[in-house]
């Protein structure tokens, strides 16, 4: 089978999740929002935590916009989901980082309001220009789709009982001898499983992105992969 060249930036992330929402059916929908909110919270905590927000602030921050821009929306079908288009959209990563930056600038700029009007409240935001220069945005992005990368990954390797010292060695942090010493097991044995980790690991990594990716189409699937696969490594740079 042919496949086509990797883009560098796939066209996927359009999900069935958002599909089924989008249909309505108020079963699927509940389900469906379940899973986007239990997909996508880490990486939009982490987008928050990024730009200079504690740990309780993120936490915060991503149950606002939860709530705000999705939940409260639901009903009246005008959600950040529903508005979602996928031939003027094109990809949905994209889409949702530039929903998180409109939504953080509104808070740092509610927080200047409240300052100049004198006001008392506070939002736990660091102070950062409103508006970002291309280089600033590009990286702001690349780094949501790599902390996106390795919360698929990591729930793929959560398949194996020892996903974290298998992580480890994959993205060079600690060697097999290592990392069965850390375990208290042979180093064989740790070779062992570990051959066997980086074996099925593909498979459970295309389980997970399939869940994120409505194309059917393989090639684009292959494409994801590759992408987020570069991202991880790349963390390890």
Request: glycine letters at 6%; one cysteine or more; aromatic letters at 10%.
């Amino acid at each position: 089978m042919s496949m086509k060249p990797a883009s560098p930036v796939p066209s996927t992330m359009w999900t069935q999740v958002i599909e089924v929402i989008q249909q309505g059916d108020p079963v699927a929908t509940a389900r469906a929002l379940e899973e986007f909110c239990r997909s996508y919270h880490p990486v939009i905590v982490s987008f928050f935590q990024q730009r200079g927000c504690g740990p309780e602030d993120a936490e915060d921050f991503a149950q606002e916009f939860f709530e705000g821009d999705i939940i409260s929306q639901m009903e009246a079908r005008k959600s950040l989901i529903h508005r979602a288009d996928r031939q003027r959209n094109g990809r949905f990563r994209p889409y949702l980082f530039t929903a998180l930056k409109n939504f953080y600038t509104e808070k740092v700029r509610q927080r200047f309001r409240k300052k100049s009007g004198g006001g008392v409240q506070h939002v736990p935001v660091e102070t950062h220009e409103v508006s970002e220069n291309g280089d600033a945005a590009q990286r702001m992005e690349r780094g949501f789709d790599r902390a996106l990368a390795l919360e698929v990954i990591q729930r793929a390797a959560r398949h194996a009982t020892r996903s974290e010292q298998y992580l480890a060695c994959l993205r060079g942090e600690l060697s097999q001898r290592e990392a069965a010493a850390q375990l208290d097991i042979s180093e064989n044995t740790f070779k062992q499983g570990y051959f066997r980790f980086r074996n099925d690991l593909p498979r459970h990594l295309r389980d997970e992105v399939a869940k994120l990716v409505a194309e059917a189409d393989p090639a684009a699937l292959e494409d994801e992969i590759r992408y987020l696969m570069k991202l991880f490594s790349a963390e390890t740079a």
